[in-house]
């Protein structure tokens, strides 16, 4: 597929056009950043490490039965993707707190909830992603009130199939954030399943598999990407 102009460079990735209007080229790249781009670093291979996991997680999601914008690979960093009109809305879903919820509830890290949490965020870093609910999607006219139904569905259908896929490999799936898009008329899932945007962790150490290795300064950020691929069977070849 040719590579067409850059679309937008986010914090992670940069998008690309193509020949086809309905296709575009994402470029997972090894720069980081947390706290809304208050702390970003470049780590070695976390491009293409998060490149082959979005890739394998994808493909066990659409196996599932769950619609996605991906395509395939088409090189250690790049991956062809469905353009969507995205939804500026990041839904969330909680198995365990951690992050945000803490602090804000004053929840104990890894206080196990009796069912699944769903959380609804505003996709916007100057305000620093603040939690909305679905009536005010509406009313601001983010989304309609049948596709957050749809989002709210599918985001529990990839919770159900991850939690499984990861249990069988001794990871606690904790919590991850999805975006959806909108292509002819159907609800896509778009972006990422990556480390960068889930809490994974060891389920009889409770090591941290994700980004908060980053976040909190602990280290070893690309490495435990790594190891949770290499359990899932992901090949990396980089
Ligand atoms: P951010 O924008 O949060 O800094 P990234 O660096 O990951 O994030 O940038 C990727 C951008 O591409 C995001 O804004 C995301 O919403 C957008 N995106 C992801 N998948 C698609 C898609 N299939 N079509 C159009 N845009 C997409
Ligand atoms: N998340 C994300 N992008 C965001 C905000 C959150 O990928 O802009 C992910 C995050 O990695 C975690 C989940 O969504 O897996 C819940 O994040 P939380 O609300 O706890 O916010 P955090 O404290 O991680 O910023």
Redesign the pocket.
Known sequence: MEKRGRLYAGKAKTVFETADADRLILHFRDDTS?FDGGRTAALKNKGAVNNYFNAHIMEKLAAAGIATHFEKILGDNESLVKRLDMIGV?C?V?NIA????C?RLGLEEGLVLDEPLY?L?L?DDALH?PLINEDHAVLFKWAARDELRVMREMTLRVNRALQALFAEVGILL????LEFGRFHGDILLGDEFTP????IWDAATRKKL???RF?RELGGVVEAYQEAALRLGIDIKV
């Open positions: 947390a990041e969330v909680r951690a992050g945000s919820i602090k959380e965020f996709k992603d904790v919590d991850f954030k960068d945007g889930c809490r994700d980004k908060d976040r």
